[in-house]
């Protein structure tokens, strides 16, 4: 059963045309969480959201803004991508802040035209 | 600050053979935490384990297991008599035990190439 779902799993945009990337749990955590992971790098997280509260990492560009609706879904919107917003981004839940295991969605493959 | 140092980018073996990848971590917190995730082509992140730091018993599990030396900070991982389904990118990660470090640090992940 799928617990951590991201639609969808390739996106493809223009550069400067928003986009935006969903994620979707069944796991009724509270914290979700938005990773941008480049080719050959790390996951390196953008945000999280603490049941409604948000929480912006200090190198997140603003170009990147999230909105979490509901428990359920989470959203990432990229307001005007170039080239280099081009990755993968992985969507991962936690059921608390201290919580030590995330899951993560199968994430959403980027590309920039 | 943490750090995590997985040295090693690509590790290519062929099948059968045993394999261990390298971690060594960086951190001030007395009480963290260590993970090994796997990234197989799908793209999610799979955990496989997680040891808190009071914890250097090393742990198997079929053909994984762990060697947790707080003494040289490492948590290495090793696969025994490798597949072709072990092939993956592997994250070693770290996360301390209070405010905002709970989040993980990753390590920038080894590649793992099996032949069969």
């Known amino acids: 059963d799928a617990m951590v779902i991201q639609n969808p799993r390739y996106q493809v945009t223009q550069f400067g045309k928003p986009v935006t990337l969903s994620c979707s749990q069944t796991?009724?955590?509270?914290?979700m969480y938005w990773y941008q992971q480049k080719s050959s790098q790390a996951p390196k997280l953008l945000f999280h959201?603490?049941?409604?509260?948000?929480?912006n990492e200090a190198d997140t560009p603003d170009n990147f803004q999230s909105r979490r609706p509901n428990t359920s879904f989470c959203f990432l919107d990229i307001r005007s991508p170039g080239l280099g917003d081009a990755a993968m981004y992985l969507c991962a839940t936690s059921r608390d802040l201290d919580s030590l295991e995330q899951y993560f969605g199968p994430g959403t493959r980027l590309t920039v035209t | 600050a943490q750090k995590v140092t997985q040295a090693q980018t690509e590790i290519s073996v062929v099948e059968k053979e045993d394999v261990t990848l390298d971690c060594v971590y960086e951190t001030r917190d007395t009480t963290y935490y260590l993970f090994w995730y796997k990234q197989p082509p799908s793209g999610e992140l799979v955990f496989l384990i997680r040891?808190?730091?009071?914890?250097?018993q090393n742990e198997i599990s079929g053909r994984y297991s762990w060697n947790f030396q707080k003494s040289t900070s490492s948590f290495n991982f090793t696969i025994t008599a490798s597949q072709v389904v072990d092939s993956a990118v592997y994250f070693c990660a770290l996360s301390g035990a209070s405010g905002g470090s709970y989040i993980p640090t990753f390590g920038r992940g080894t590649s793992l190439i099996v032949h069969p």
């Open positions: 796991l009724n955590h509270n914290v």
């Open positions: 959201y603490y049941d409604k509260d948000f929480n």
């Open positions: 040891r808190n730091s009071f914890d250097e």
